[in-house]
């Protein structure tokens, strides 16, 4: 079983940042895709950005372009999302995944239980 863990998510102020973290285990595949989503409550859930382990290319939605940053490390196997500039609009339950890619949350297969991030 291919296994996320999200963590770093936490209350922050409006114009601060964090890091978030997710932990990839289980699964041996080179070529694939990791995303970040976000669901509010009572809200759908959202694309954040994506990553493309292939060639390196990263997508961002339009609200969060220039504050977010999608990266990963090889060597610990983790995905990260660097959030700047926070806003309360950014407040909701965030999750990584792993699939095929796209802005759609039907093409990724496997998540994690995701972190919060609360914005005042």
């Known amino acids: 079983h291919v296994q996320l863990v999200e963590s770093g998510g936490g209350p922050v102020q409006d114009g601060g940042s964090l890091r978030l973290s997710c932990a990839v285990s289980?699964?041996?595949?080179?070529?694939?895709?990791m995303g970040w989503f976000r669901q509010a409550p009572g809200k759908a859930r959202e694309w954040v950005a994506s990553l493309y382990t292939g060639g390196g290319g990263t997508w961002y939605t339009d609200s969060v372009k220039g504050r977010f940053t999608i990266s990963r490390d090889n060597a610990k196997n983790t995905l990260y999302l660097q959030l700047n500039s926070l806003k309360t609009e950014d407040t909701a339950m965030y999750y990584c995944?792993?699939?095929?890619?796209?802005?759609?949350?039907?093409?990724?297969?496997?998540w994690g239980q995701g972190t919060q991030v609360t914005v005042s």
């Open positions: 289980g699964y041996t595949d080179n070529s694939y895709c």
């Open positions: 995944a792993k699939g095929s890619g796209g802005n759609y949350a039907g093409w990724y297969n496997y």
